[in-house]
């Protein structure tokens, strides 16, 4: 499968534990985002990067998130002292940003469960 | 504020019929318009772009710039169109995408 992938798939976590999810987009793209979704929601925007850079961060994304991609190529999202409000379904997206249009093709998704 | 707004969270239609998903944004500028599509147990991926102007199984859209608005449409449901429908916004090539809450499409037999 040469789409994005997403580690672990499922992740059940104690409340106040730290978790890290892991994302590799599609090869050859420079841009990878990472989204929130909730039971009837849209994907809601957290972070994006155009290769190693970080261009931007939600407001709406507290000090325990932080995302990195150190070599511009697969991309870490850590949740440090996780909370109930934190469960969600974690997307990671990525596009190559030179081309028409920003297509992004999405992974599966990590569902984080925090009890 | 960028923003994009689906106002139906339920649609059902029956079988043949036409459909149309609202979708409508706010954006102070040129957006880039998609809609993503996500069926059953699968990820979330790309059904058309208003750039490309192109017909999707069966589905268009066109980006109305007076009234900003997207919708997207089909002249006659078919049951395997049932998923959720999300209208998306970039505002440039450098800028992220958002989303709408989304839209579950129900095809009625």
């Known amino acids: 499968d040469t789409g994005v992938s997403q580690d672990p798939r499922h992740k059940i976590t104690k409340r106040g534990q730290n978790v890290t999810f892991r994302c590799d987009p599609i090869s050859e793209h420079n841009r990878l985002y990472w989204y929130r979704q909730t039971l009837g929601q849209g994907p809601e925007f957290l972070t994006y990067?155009?290769?190693?850079?970080?261009?931007?961060k939600s407001r709406l994304l507290s000090d325990r998130f932080s995302a990195e991609r150190p070599k511009g190529s697969f991309s870490t999202l850590e949740i440090q002292r996780t909370e109930q409000g934190d469960s969600a379904m974690y997307l990671c997206?990525?596009?190559?940003?030179?081309?028409?249009?920003?297509?992004?093709?999405f992974g599966q998704g990590t569902r984080l469960t925090v009890v | 504020a960028q923003r994009v707004t689906q106002p139906e969270k339920l649609l059902s239609v029956f079988k043949g019929a036409p459909v149309e998903l609202k979708c409508n944004y706010s954006?102070?500028?040129?957006?880039?318009l998609f809609w993503y599509v996500q069926y059953s147990r699968q990820r979330l991926q790309l059904l058309l772009r208003h750039i490309s102007r192109e017909s999707i199984k069966g589905f268009t859209a066109d980006l109305n710039k007076g009234e900003t608005s997207f919708h997207l449409k089909k002249p006659f449901a078919q049951e395997e169109d049932s998923a959720m429908y999300y209208c998306a916004l970039s505002g440039s090539r450098d800028d992220k995408i958002i989303f709408g809450k989304g839209t579950r499409l129900h095809i009625l037999p």
């Open positions: 954006y102070s500028g040129s957006p880039e």
């Open positions: 990067f155009q290769n190693e850079a970080q261009l931007e």
């Open positions: 997206a990525s596009s190559l940003a030179e081309t028409g249009g920003t297509e992004a093709f």
